[in-house]
């Protein structure tokens, strides 16, 4: 009885920790319709990205990195060259698998008809005079093409992007499912469903660049990977299955590893997460609910620790491959068993040893008679969910680079989305992405704008129409696209009368800013309503503008500066900072002394802003913003003051090169 209410204790934790229900289901619902829309077939796109990994998963712990698949679209992978007659071989270089000489899980691939990209050629070995790809070579050329400053990591390229740290491998897909694995949909009887059964070998599986460290060919081996398989797997878990993989993760960064050399660290996450499918494929627990959480803990803990006296941890799609047979043998296996054991012996206290979850147990051992609700609305405010939500769908609303061409091409896409049987979350998400694409839209018309009146007068209007119903359905903030378009053509008391409107609605009690909103006002305002409503009247998010397209001219030695010097061609711009840049721009042309007050409250803002209102990474823009319209206005020391401060700042956004400029430029 006390170790069932310790579980409820420890599952209430782990759903404040890793999440509730409803928030894992819309990070994934919201990462599944993004990149459904991003690598649409009608998008047409080279290469498609998937995120993997624990993100894809739906975790967010802290210090988690950024996992990200992609692969070329005209490239296939067979098994049998029969398989060649569902391609068109003009459009798609087919690559053949020889898994011959390979450790199971591991295969060459080979070039059958000798077609491919320069990329992809230049990467070739010629065994028994034939080309094959060699993995070592292709992890060697394709690092460079990934991110600037990234360095090789398995069969990936790593690096960081600000104080986010990715794990990028470019692969291979195929269509098919791996012979070796087709033991696999037999084991299958009570888990996963049918249809997520069917839906994975659908889905075939990928190859990444990374040999077996004692095979023929490590240099030239491919890894099989199944990564989109195993988000599938997980997806498929009740939430208890999902927080007994999340807290075996806290248990192996926050214990086991603790109590590890450097060196004697060679368990992994990946690890964890085939013990866990084990256990639920083999029914090692009859029923996971959050009252034995702790004994689903500990059943696939005990599997671990049998993996490791064996020496033994079986690919859970093909079970031939041992996946601790290159690391944990001899000398090591015997440190890490020991280890474990005496953790094993410890029993469920071990679990004390974890800072994230031990205020849990100690809670329920001091209060025996405590009652544990572990029902969702009572462990998660709706405004604390809301907040979750619109965090993460900004995370994701970002197009790239586009043209007129591909934002077609994105409606169409959003156009066929329409019917699907979507979640609150994918709808919500499916709003603010097409929201994002009418703006983009409307400002690549103007770019592209030219002819005559006529023509001028229709496109213009388009634009004015696509902008307006993005900001019906778009954030509040969404509103200062429309005001930044009037000032760009020149209408400076419409664009006046957005920022009035804007102004007012920045202004109410109940606005959410990133995480930022006073919890009683926001529930009396919409408390009970829909994202969809929420996200028009009381949510704002940062201006994003696209260094490929200049939307106000005072800002254009900014955005190139950014994407001279940035992976991610963004600017982006606190709401406030730029409603008040653009009521200092405008009143110039009709009234001098409502510019000066604009002013005057973006200095406000500016050197007195906590954080709320200008997030700490913005505030090299934020005192870049002030400084030009100082300098604007003639008050040049002020001007010098503001860009030395921005160049001050933590540099997220790459706008150094403009700021110095512009320091050149005063002539103090």
Known sequence: MATQKISESVYMGMCLKIGTPQQVTARRDIVDIVEMLKYNEMINRPFTIMLSGSRREGFRLSGSDLDYMSWPNNHRVIWDFSQVQFYSTQEHAMILCDSSESPPGFTLLWLPLERTSHEVMSACVRMNGMPYISSSKYREITCSMTLFDSTPHGPCSSGSIGNVEYDYALCFISDFWPPSASSWKDRCHSW???????????????????????????????????????????????????????????????????????????????????????????NALPHWHPKNLLVGFWVCFKLLLKWVYEGNCPNFFIPENNMFLNNIYGEAQMTLFTQLYI????????????????????????????????????????????????????????????????????????????????????????????????????????????????????????????????????????????????????????????????????????????????????????????????????????????????????LIPEQQSSNQNNYNPILNIPPLVLLYMLQFLCSRHVDTLRAQRALDDLKVLVHHDQGQLVPVHLRDISWEILGICQQISGNLQAALYSYQQSLGQYPVQRIQTATRQRIQDLHL
Not at 192 to 198: E, F, G, H
Not at 399 to 419: F, P, Q, W
Not at 457 to 485: E, N, P, Q, W
Not at 497 to 520: C, F, G, N
Request: neutral net charge; contains cysteine; aromatic residues 12%.
């Open 192 to 282: 996963p469903p049918r249809q997520v059964v069917n839906e994975i070998i659908r889905n075939g599986c990928h190859f990444v660049a990374i040999g077996h460290k004692s095979g023929n060919h490590a240099d030239n081996e491919w890894r099989i990977s199944f990564s989109r398989a195993e988000y599938k797997l997980v997806y498929s878990m009740n939430h208890t299955q999902f927080l007994t993989y999340g807290l075996l993760k806290l248990f192996l960064k926050e214990i086991i590893n603790n109590v590890l050399r450097v060196g004697d660290k060679l368990l992994c996450s990946y690890h964890i997460k085939t013990a866990v499918f084990w256990a639920i494929q083999q």
């Open 343 to 554: 953790l094993y012996e410890k029993g469920i206290a071990l679990l004390l040893h974890s800072p994230s979850i031990n205020s849990y147990i100690i809670n329920v051992l001091c209060n025996p008679r405590l009652t544990i609700c572990t029902v969702e609305h009572t462990l998660i405010s709706e405004v604390e969910l809301d907040t979750d939500i619109f965090y993460e769908m900004s995370g994701h609303d970002l197009t790239g680079s586009v043209d007129l061409r591909m934002c077609r091409k994105y409606l169409h896409a959003v156009e066929d989305s329409i019917g699907l049987p979507l979640t609150q979350y994918g709808i919500v998400m499916l709003q603010k992405f097409t929201a994002t694409i009418l703006q983009h839209t409307a400002f690549m018309l103007h770019l592209y704008n030219g002819g005559s009146n006529k023509q001028l007068y229709i496109v213009d209007t388009l634009a004015c129409h696509m902008l307006k119903i993005a900001a019906r359905f778009g954030f509040v903030s969404d509103m200062l696209y429309i005001a930044m378009y009037y000032y760009k053509t020149s209408r400076y008391r419409e664009a006046l009368s957005v920022i009035d409107i804007t102004k007012v609605k920045l202004a109410q009690p109940y606005l959410m800013y990133w995480r930022h909103v006073d919890r009683e006002s926001y529930t009396e305002a919409v408390g009970g309503q829909s994202l969809s409503t929420k996200m028009r009247q009381v949510v704002a998010r940062d201006i994003t503008l696209y260094n490929d397209i200049f939307y106000i001219n005072e």
